[in-house]
């Protein structure tokens, strides 16, 4: 694609976003993980009788299988489905993986589910100058990590980063660039466009809107008074404009960690001694995803099951380790000497936002 240089004066404000999507994840770590499975249609939740597939297989979709399909509507369309159990802790296990390699790149990453998100990469810690090239990195190195495959799409914002990690599906990337961006958006029918669903869509058609060039015809004015607050979005996502920023942390508003124990314990030390894992474990968290916490909540369970916390908040984030194992054991001192014998200890760090955040520097091209 041509430099941002042909934007004169825009190319300070142009971003650079990359939309990650693991293909067919559940189905794919299926039969990652059982060669039985590799080459044949495997859906992922639900059985032959009752519930709704989560994931399906590639080999599986060209039959005609979706998730959130009825499992027996699958089975129909597909007679040799192979229904597997899912396996959530594996699922968030890679999915941490992941992350761990996001942030290799960038602290400004918005998790959207388990296997996909969003990367502001306009500044990127390794100095890379192209987004596509970070892109190429990251699908490698979780190849090589997880033996998954992940596509992505880069562009110059949210809405069309999403719209382009479709494009070369599966195990591909694909670039809209400010010029492209446009006329990208011009034939997509509206029902495509992400945060347009199935009702939204059918009020569209009904008033002569199908494409994003039938949206960019219509005014804001138009658009406001049909579709309320949304009606700024949609007129300006069918230009191409959308300037929301990758927002970090948008699900994960707190790490933490707990930890029950084999025996119920009281003594002080004996409970120190149980937060110190926890503290580590929360911190290193933190230091993979980039993340800075204000706020330190302990929780206590006791043999009765009765569950108490307590919270302190900092004026400037926790600035290290030790500093979150302090605070930690403050708490804890705080509740001494205890009512009942403890048998769950867990901390956890909140007011979350990513660390080391600075201006952005003049960069050319994604
Ligand atoms: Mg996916």
């Given at each position: 694609m041509s430099e941002s240089d042909t934007m004169p004066g825009a190319a300070a404000a142009v971003r650079k976003i990359i939309h990650i999507d693991m293909d067919a994840f559940y189905a794919s770590v299926e039969q990652r993980d059982n060669?039985?499975?590799?080459?044949k249609p495997v859906a992922v939740g639900g059985s032959a009788e009752r519930g709704v597939v989560a994931a399906a297989s590639y080999e599986a979709r060209r039959f005609g299988v979706r998730s959130a399909m009825p499992s027996v509507t699958a089975k129909r369309q597909c007679p040799d489905l192979i229904f597997v159990r899912p396996r959530f802790e594996v699922y968030k296990a890679i999915s941490r993986q992941i992350r761990d390699i996001f942030a290799e790149h960038t602290p400004v990453i918005e998790p959207l589910s388990l296997d996909e998100a969003y990367l502001d990469v306009t500044e990127n810690l390794q100095g890379i100058p192209l987004a596509r090239d970070i892109a190429l990195k990251i699908r490698a190195k979780i190849k090589a990590e997880t033996g998954l495959t992940a596509s992505a799409g880069i562009s110059y914002n949210k809405f069309l980063a999403k719209l382009a990690s479709d494009h070369r599906k599966p195990n591909g990337q694909f670039v809209i660039s400010p010029e492209m961006g446009p006329a990208f958006v011009e034939?997509?029918?509206?029902?495509?466009?992400?945060?347009?669903?199935p009702a939204t869509a059918a009020k569209m058609n009904a008033l002569g809107l199908f494409t994003g060039r039938d949206i960019r015809n219509q005014s804001l004015e138009f658009m406001n008074a049909n579709f309320g607050k949304s009606g700024a979005y949609y007129y300006w996502i069918s230009r191409g404009v959308d300037e929301r920023p990758v927002r970090a942390n948008r699900i994960r508003k707190s790490v933490g960690a707990e930890n029950t124990f084999s025996t119920d314990l009281d003594a002080f030390d004996a409970l120190v001694a149980e937060l110190r894992p926890l503290v580590d474990k929360v911190w290193r968290h933190c230091e993979a995803a980039g993340n800075r916490g204000r706020t330190v909540t302990l929780k206590i369970k006791f043999a009765d099951f009765e569950i108490i916390t307590r919270s302190r908040s900092v004026?400037?984030?926790?600035?290290g380790r030790d500093d979150l194992e302090r605070l930690a054991c403050g708490l804890l001192e705080a509740e001494m000497p205890l009512p009942k014998r403890v048998r769950l200890l867990g901390v956890s760090l909140s007011s979350l936002h990513a660390a080391g955040e600075s201006e952005p520097q003049l960069t050319l091209g994604i």
């Open positions: 060669p039985e499975l590799r080459g034939t997509l029918p509206v029902g495509k466009f992400h945060g347009i669903g004026a400037a984030a926790v600035a």
